[in-house]
């Protein structure tokens, strides 16, 4: 199994940046593909960017040019930056990790754009 822990959500006035983190319970070199998707309330959860081990990444055209993934193998993080945020974009953030073709979530991380 593996734990994956969110942080670095908060309150942003549109414009601003955060970066969130997602720490997974094992050396993140194992986890294969890692991921962060979004979910508003009332709303279906929607992908918003991936990266596999190799470190290729991947991102939903409503975020390519704002936020960029990456994972860092010495910090055992993957991180989120998110940049030019905008109120649309408030919303619960989740960590996804691929471990033995199993999928495990995060609890989430709230990010709140508004002035």
């Known amino acids: 199994q593996v734990q994956l822990v969110e942080s670095g959500g908060g309150l942003v006035q549109p414009g601003g940046s955060l970066r969130l983190s997602c720490t997974p319970s094992?050396?993140?070199?194992?986890?294969?593909?890692m991921a962060w998707y979004r979910q508003i309330p009332g709303k279906q959860r929607e992908w918003v960017a991936s990266?596999?081990?190799?470190?290729?990444?991947n991102y939903a055209d409503f975020v390519r040019g704002r936020f960029t993934i990456r994972r860092d193998n010495a910090d055992n993080k993957m991180y989120l930056q998110m940049n030019n945020l905008a109120p649309e974009d408030s919303a619960v953030y989740y960590c996804?990790?691929?471990?033995?073709?199993?999928?495990?979530w995060g609890q989430g991380t709230q990010v709140t754009v508004s002035s």
């Open positions: 996804k990790g691929t471990y033995r073709l199993q999928n495990y």
């Open positions: 094992r050396d993140i070199a194992v986890i294969n593909g």
């Open positions: 990266v596999v081990s190799g470190g290729a990444t």
